[in-house]
């Protein structure tokens, strides 16, 4: 028999291990600690030449389920997991620079992400080097100059900027960088970017992971050596996932390729839709012909993914009266669910910016994200039409 294809992984990988009683799901295990009669067996479970549980921060059955699901959707050698999104980039990032090193990354990734890059990792006395996203000769000249981190978001958080992932590697690869992408957008359903040379993928599980805005949750894949340093670092500094969290991502993981799949087509809809809405300023979908990443991204990416963004014509004032009208949407700070989610960007992914650093990144204040559910796309039109139809006449006659 063939490899199994994407759903059926999403629905059968890495659960087998995990089942007891002859139960068909993965039990919620939420025993803190393990016990041992035999002195030695605990012994050599605790200095990792049995397999086996110790202690509910190192590991845990229900969590090693998840981590085995996501390692087997990005097809990693390994895998771990972590409380949250930033929890993995984070601790990511504690395990792999140390005072004197350089870090090079893009402008426009999550606003948790850069304030890392721009409040916490200077203080440690890491050189953080921030380039255009989507300059890749820029980027590839600050890789040239040498970096022990070379860390990529695409598509990016909220204008959904693309960057070349097979370009990036070659220039990482002769700097002898350790290359890390933010898959979240993406999805392992759209983008495997292990397969196309990176080293280290990193999910906000909280996302399209789970994708019933129900639990947070974070994860890493790559390979051993790599995956088993982040791994100690987390074991150490405590940001474990909790088993019952593990146990929502896990069962919102058997739908992801459904979901996906659907929010791709409805995020195609939506953006094509938009532009012939007389309100809107522009729409930025890397399925679009004319988005700049548009060739790239049918390159890397097998789908264009749920998330989209756009400007509307008057500004933060169109957005305050358009996004309450709308039916459909949560009006909320997450994304990737099965409901249609909205919100302005200075609200949302960027609210730790100020409005000057938003502006340096190309966000525009009027700017609204739009995470697309898995909805009937005929409601979702109709909501939008509906919402500007709804709005004041003044606020277009600017
Ligand atoms: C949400 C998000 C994160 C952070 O994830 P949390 O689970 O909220 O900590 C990181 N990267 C991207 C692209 C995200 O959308």
């Known amino acids: 028999m063939n490899e199994p294809r994407m759903s059926t992984k999403a629905i059968w990988a890495g659960e087998s291990d995990y089942l007891?009683?002859?139960?068909?799901?993965?039990?919620?295990?939420?025993?803190?600690?393990?016990?041992?009669?035999?002195?030695?067996?605990?012994y050599e479970v605790a200095i990792g030449n049995k397999k086996g549980h110790i202690y509910g921060r190192n590991t845990n059955p229900t969590v090693e389920a998840f981590e085995d699901k996501i390692r087997l959707l990005e097809g990693a050698e390994a895998a771990t997991s972590f409380s949250t999104g930033m929890a993995a980039i984070s601790n990511t990032l504690g395990t792999f620079l140390f005072p004197g090193d350089r870090v090079v990354s893009i402008k426009d990734t999550y606003g948790g992400t850069n304030k890392i890059f721009t409040e916490f990792l200077p203080k440690q006395h890491v050189d953080v080097i921030l380039c255009e996203t989507g300059n890749h000769e820029a980027i590839e000249e600050e890789i040239a100059k040498g970096c022990q981190v070379l860390y990529l978001e695409t598509?990016?958080?909220?204008?959904?900027?693309?960057t070349d992932i097979?370009?990036?590697?070659?220039?990482?690869k002769a700097a002898g960088a350790i290359v890390i992408v933010d898959n979240t957008f993406a999805t392992p359903i759209n983008q495997n970017p292990l397969e196309l040379g990176v080293d280290l993928v990193i999910h906000s599980a909280t996302k399209f992971l789970g994708g019933h805005a129900d639990a947070l949750g974070g994860a890493l894949c790559g390979s051993?050596?790599?995956?088993?340093?982040?791994?100690?670092?987390?074991?150490?500094?405590?940001?474990?996932?909790?088993?019952?969290?593990?146990?929502?991502?896990?069962?919102?993981?058997k739908t992801l390729k459904l979901r996906v799949d659907k929010q791709n087509e409805n995020a195609m809809k939506v953006a094509e839709h938009l532009k012939t809405i007389d309100g809107v300023e522009s729409v930025f979908y890397p399925g679009l012909t004319e988005h700049p990443g548009h060739d790239i991204a049918k390159q890397q990416m097998r789908g264009f993914g749920g998330m989209l963004s756009f400007s509307v014509k008057g500004g933060v004032d169109t957005v305050?009266?358009?996004?309450?009208?709308?039916?459909?949407?949560?009006r909320a700070a997450n994304l990737g669910a099965v409901e249609t989610i909205v919100g302005p960007s200075r609200t949302t992914s960027h609210v730790e910016c100020t409005p000057e650093e938003r502006a340096a990144m190309g966000i525009p204040e009027g700017l609204i994200r739009y995470s697309a559910g898995i909805e009937d796309i005929e409601d979702l039109i109709e909501d939008l039409d509906q919402a500007f139809h709804a709005l004041p006449e003044h606020l277009f006659a600017r």
């Open 20 to 42: 007891a009683f002859g139960a068909t799901q993965v039990p919620v295990v939420h025993s803190v600690s393990y016990g041992y009669d035999n002195m030695d067996e605990w």
């Open 155 to 162: 598509p990016t958080n909220p204008t959904v900027k693309i």
């Open 166 to 172: 097979t370009r990036m590697v070659r220039a990482g």
């Open 224 to 253: 051993k050596e790599l995956v088993e340093k982040v791994y100690h670092y987390r074991e150490i500094n405590g940001a474990t996932l909790d088993p019952m969290s593990a146990y929502l991502l896990l069962r919102g993981m």
């Open 320 to 330: 305050r009266h358009l996004l309450p009208k709308l039916k459909y949407a949560n």
